[in-house]
């Protein structure tokens, strides 16, 4: 290198090495705030809870589904029912689905089984065609890979019962169900996704939701387009929260940690869910998104050693920054999120931060991302395109019911 070039890249290795370790301890300090604000319990009497519709939309077998599915059967709630929604008749979850109905009788569960498609964004025609079974006005909609505790319910209307809040989402913790590369993805979400949620709080006003949870009445949605204003998006749930946040209503984040099972066979599988997440993510916050290296820290730590590997003091730095990175992360992991890094999980922290800063670079390098056994183009603002075609509109199959339910407004 050159003296200039050898001189800025010493620059932004200094930059990023102080903004990591600001990073880093601003997740601690933002996990302990967090968790002491909203660690206070409102006991609510069971006939001033509202009746609550649960939309859960389904495709494919995720690990452990009938247990995901039977927790949100199992509330210590006065009143709910719980919505099932699948696209294809041939789908195997639908059948796991069935089964949980049977296992619990004394719930109230609709199926409904609905191929109409209303954009590219299939999840969202799912919870579209889910949404006309729905008999209550406050829902909840959590993806099929969450597990919850019995007073779910009770911790995420408490908030939404407030009526200046407009969602309530919840962050998760990730549980490995088998494979290297679940675990690796679940150290991502250990220990860099739901941890900068704590950061961004201290930064910023919540204005997006997240798919494991998003709580919502059904007056604000209607608001906001209803499901349907969400079809066009890849990022669904960011757009719930941002649509809402821009009606003047509060995005609230529950102090309640749900459970996702991850499994993630290959290393392919891996690489796309991480692409899909970063091209998305750099679609809809450009400017954050650039930014978001400088946190790296375990790339900056490497980059530092390798330029000036002869001396002590450069070791003695990077050391530091990858001790305190190791440290934040298993606290955070232990005292708020509930979960036990083990060695092996440390040892493989700076290599899967390595892993995730390849994947920001590459992030660059095009714009296309793999969802579900589709293909789609994402576009400025979090649009996207299916590379192939839209299904086109069909009947529907609603199992609640003897004959087909009618269309919306008809």
């Not at 993806?143 to 995420?156: K, N, T």
């Not at 749930?237 to 809402?244: A, E, K």
């Not at 997440?277 to 978001?292: I, K």
């Amino acid at each position: 290198m050159t003296g200039p070039m050898t001189t800025v890249f010493e620059f932004l290795i200094a930059v990023g090495l102080l903004v990591s370790t600001w990073y880093f301890i601003m997740t601690y300090l933002g996990a302990l705030k967090f968790f002491r604000e909203r660690d206070v319990t409102t006991e609510i009497d069971d006939n001033q809870l509202p009746g609550v519709t649960i939309l859960k939309p389904l495709k494919g077998l995720e690990p452990a589904l009938f247990e995901n599915l039977a927790s949100f059967c199992r509330q210590d709630y006065p009143k709910f029912q719980v919505v099932f929604a699948v696209a294809d008749p041939a789908d195997p979850a639908l059948s796991v689905a069935r089964r949980v109905k049977v296992a619990f009788p004394q719930v109230a569960i609709d199926v409904v089984v609905d191929p109409r498609v209303y954009g590219p964004n299939y999840k969202v025609s799912n919870l579209q065609n889910g949404y006309r079974a729905a008999r209550y006005d406050y829902l909840v909609i959590a993806d099929s890979d969450i597990r919850v505790p019995r007073h779910y319910l009770r911790a995420v209307v408490a908030d939404l019962r407030r009526p200046e809040v407009g969602v309530v989402t919840c962050i998760y913790r990730a549980r490995p169900v088998g494979g290297w590369p679940a675990s690796i993805e679940a150290l991502f979400v250990n220990t860099d996704f739901t941890p900068s949620v704590f950061v961004a709080r201290l930064v910023e006003k919540t204005r997006y939701a997240f798919g494991a949870t998003m709580a919502i009445r059904r007056e604000v949605l209607e608001r906001i387009g209803g499901f349907l204003a969400l079809s066009r998006y890849l990022a669904d749930d960011f757009f719930l929260g941002n649509l809402v946040s821009r009606q003047g209503f509060r995005v609230e984040i529950s102090p309640l940690i749900v459970d996702t099972f991850l499994a993630v066979p290959t290393w392919r599988r891996l690489v796309e869910h991480q692409l899909r997440w970063l091209r998305t993510y750099r679609s809809v916050r450009g400017g954050s998104y650039f930014a978001l290296v400088l946190t790296h820290g375990s790339l900056w730590a490497l980059l530092n050693v390798l330029l000036h590997w002869t001396e002590p003091l450069a070791w003695l730095i990077s050391g530091g920054v990858i001790g305190l990175r190791l440290t934040v992360a298993a606290s955070v992991a232990s005292r708020f999120l509930g979960v036990t890094l083990s060695k092996i999980d440390l040892c493989q922290i700076p290599f899967k931060d390595l892993f995730l800063s390849l994947m920001w670079a590459s992030a660059f390098l095009g714009n296309t991302v793999s969802w579900s056994g589709h293909r789609f183009r994402v576009l400025a603002h979090g649009e996207m395109v299916p590379e192939g075609g839209i299904a086109e509109e069909s009947s529907p199959l609603d199992e609640s019911c003897s004959q087909p339910r009618a269309r919306a407004g008809s």
